[in-house]
């Protein structure tokens, strides 16, 4: 790290909180890594110091809003970023990291000189509860931004805040919060309701922008929701709560029996946010716009309506557990990805071309046909080696319904995220299928675990474009695509999968058949980052 500023040197750090603020402004903005990393420095000498307790939470209040905007100008170097991160990315995130957990425990120590003295600052106690459950969620936030799994140690932090402020009857004393309140005021009931209801929206699913979208809506709703030790409607006989936290346990909220429940579980009532949630459904489907729908602007980068659905269904129906998943006899799998290359796999290795014109012959080519009266196979190798696409082996993991986990190997050179396009072959000779990544973990050792959702059908490859060439994002040129089959007897649609861009419901789109056939779409049925999958008539 280059050499510090004479005034931002931990050693020269402040003594309170004033000399804090003077301290913070002399930040190197100019450098934001750097200036994290003085943060860091000072941050962690504030805890190892004495200074005198409502003087701490000053500096920490201070430092919390500088320490925001440093991960925020920080967030684009891992967040939507394919796995794995670069080296540089992996140390903008882990510096992140290590900014959030000093930030939980110096709020800690804030609570432990309040609880004992219990002078001025003992006022400020829901405050400094409601900032502990906040750096908690974060930093389970923070590892879901890179699909990593997290200590399970978090929840048992979480949970016994919540219980220590539920005692001491401050879950919902109004506390100012600036930074992630819409009308900046909060609660620890609100803090903690934000942080369940965030983890139980399965965030390995997520992509970059539908997290984003999450994280605003429950800044709005997160309110519609109470925690209840003893719920006001228990319910018919063998209901089912669809959200319930052990209070005991290192895990999130689950669906539970009524019959079943202790007394350190407490009960989600999501009632008032599942009206909202279907209201706004049933909108969608009568053709409303969510800007109309007081829905958070990130919404218009969704299909929002299907995001609502998932959310309603795993906060508000009690989805039951997923099936246990088998251990096949297969080992590895070949994976291709992105359209180009799953092309050229599918056909066998023959290079795309532009089905309505002719390619001018290379001098090898040319050379061939006047010498042989036809292109040899080594030179039509020679050709196909410089697209170098390769297929890369990854092992299986498991099964379960037509998904399946796979193992990134070391070898790879491919990132993945989630919403990708894939082809999946099992064995040397097996047909691909077409599949997306469905879900994305970075164990806590590196290793990185994907599930893939086979669309189901064989894959004819096709050339395709939009029909309207406005939309055509290379002017006239044709483009890799493919068509799968109907399945009558599953009643599942013919269906296209083309890039990202080409297809919206309602316009055209063209297939080469012998010549350009129009189409228009009928409905989207996946939206990934790179493809759409589309039925059309």
């Known amino acids: 790290m280059a050499a510090l500023p004479p005034n931002t040197r931990p050693g020269d750090a402040f003594t309170d909180a004033r000399s804090c603020k003077e301290w913070l402004s002399g930040l190197p903005l100019t450098n934001i890594p750097q200036a994290q990393q003085v943060a860091l420095e000072g941050l962690r000498e504030l805890n190892r110091g004495t200074m005198a307790g409502l003087e701490r939470l000053k500096c920490l209040e201070l430092l919390r809003d500088k320490i925001a905007f440093l991960q925020g100008e920080q967030r684009s170097r891992y967040f939507g970023k394919t796995l794995p991160l670069s080296h540089n990315d992996h140390a903008a995130w882990s510096t992140g990291r290590s900014l959030l957990e000093d930030m939980e425990s110096g709020y800690r120590q804030c609570l432990t000189v309040a609880e004992i003295e219990q002078g001025e600052l003992a006022r400020h106690a829901a405050l400094v509860t409601q900032r ?80 984003d979208f999450l994280g605003a809506l429950l800044k709005a709703w997160s309110r519609k929701v109470r925690v209840f030790a003893d719920p006001p409607a228990e319910g018919e006989h063998g209901a089912t709560f669809p959200l319930v936290v052990d209070l005991a346990k290192s895990i999130g909220a689950r669906p539970l029996h009524a019959d079943d429940r202790q007394a350190t579980h407490r009960v989600l009532d999501v009632e008032g946010l599942s009206r909202s949630i279907r209201r706004r459904i049933k909108a969608l489907q009568a ?148 599949g997306m990544v469905r879900a994305l973990v970075q164990e806590t050792d590196g290793r990185i675990v994907i599930s893939v959702a086979l669309f189901p059908g064989k894959p004819a490859p096709v050339a395709v474009r939009a029909a309207d060439s406005r939309n055509r994002t290379a002017g006239s040129q044709w483009v890799q695509g493919f068509r799968l089959p109907a399945l009558e007897r599953l009643a599942i649609p013919a269906s296209l999968v083309v890039p990202s861009g080409i297809a919206s419901r309602g316009r055209g789109v063209e297939v080469w058949d012998g010549g350009a056939k129009e189409s228009t779409v009928y409905e989207v049925l996946e939206r990934g980052t790179d493809f759409d999958r589309v039925t059309v008539f």
């Not at 109309?292 to 980068?301: C, D, I, K, Q, V």
């Not at 080992?331 to 390619?359: M, N, W, Y």
């Not at 009266?373 to 697209?387: H, I, N, P, S």
Request: proline residues 5%; charged residues 25%; aromatic residues 8%.
């Open 132 to 211: 502990i459950v906040r750096y908690l969620g974060t930093q389970m936030m923070f590892h879901a931004m890179v699909y990593r799994r997290f200590d399970p140690a978090l929840w048992q932090r979480l949970h016994g805040v919540f219980a220590e402020a539920e005692r001491a009857h401050r879950l919902d004393d109004r506390v100012k919060d600036s930074l992630e309140s819409d009308d900046g005021t909060s609660s620890v009931h609100e803090a903690y309701v934000q942080v369940v209801l965030e983890q139980a929206a399965y965030l390995s699913e997520m992509t970059a922008p539908q997290m």
């Open 287 to 434: 053709g409303e716009e969510p800007a109309n729908l007081g829905l958070p602007a990130e919404a218009n980068a969704l299909d929002t309506l299907v995001q609502l659905q998932r959310l309603h269904k795993l906060w508000c129906e009690g989805a039951p557990p997923r099936p246990p998943a088998r251990i096949p006899e297969e080992k590895s799998a070949g994976l291709a990805f992105g359209l180009p290359e799953i092309h050229f796999f599918i056909t066998g290795g023959v290079a795309f071309e532009q089905p309505d014109k002719s390619r001018e012959l290379t001098r090898q080519e040319k050379d061939d046909l006047a010498v042989f009266g036809k292109v040899t196979e080594r030179t039509q190798q020679l050709r196909v080696a410089d697209f170098n696409f390769t297929l890369e082996n990854w092992g299986v993991v498991d099964e379960m319904l037509g998904a399946w986990r796979l193992q990134r190997p070391q070898t790879a050179s491919k990132g993945v995220a989630i919403g990708r396009v894939l082809a999946m072959r099992l064995g040397e000779g097996g047909n691909f299928f077409l």
